[in-house]
């Protein structure tokens, strides 16, 4: 295992801490076993962590997108433009669509 890899156990990077660094039987690739703020633990190719392009376990993304949606009328728009082209137009993802029009539904 590569040295740099080493030093990554116990730091902090964004909303995660490195619990371990590992090879996968088979893989040339090192693995991080993470744990994010939110509490989940999860596993990530060491990498992106290391360079600093990973820094929650998707967390903070599924906030941005709620965030993103506040205040716009989800079931109007997606009448009008479909799931599909709601989705393109906020940056969101179309599960999330359908996760927030079934959040909506609900409520009624």
């Known amino acids: 295992m590569k040295h740099t890899f080493l030093d990554m156990v116990g730091k902090r990077y964004g909303k995660i801490v490195v619990l371990e660094v590992y090879y996968k039987p088979g893989s040339s690739r090192v693995y991080a076993k993470i744990v994010c703020d939110c509490g989940k633990v999860s596993e990530s190719l060491a990498e992106p962590i290391k360079l600093g392009l990973k820094k929650s376990c998707g967390c903070g993304q599924k906030q941005e997108w709620r965030r993103k949606l506040k205040g716009i009328d989800v079931e109007g728009e997606t009448k009008e433009l479909g799931v599909s082209g709601f989705a393109r137009k ?6 999330l669509v359908y996760k927030e029009l079934k959040r909506a539904n609900e409520g009624k």
């Open 90 to 95: 906020y940056g969101v993802s179309r599960m």
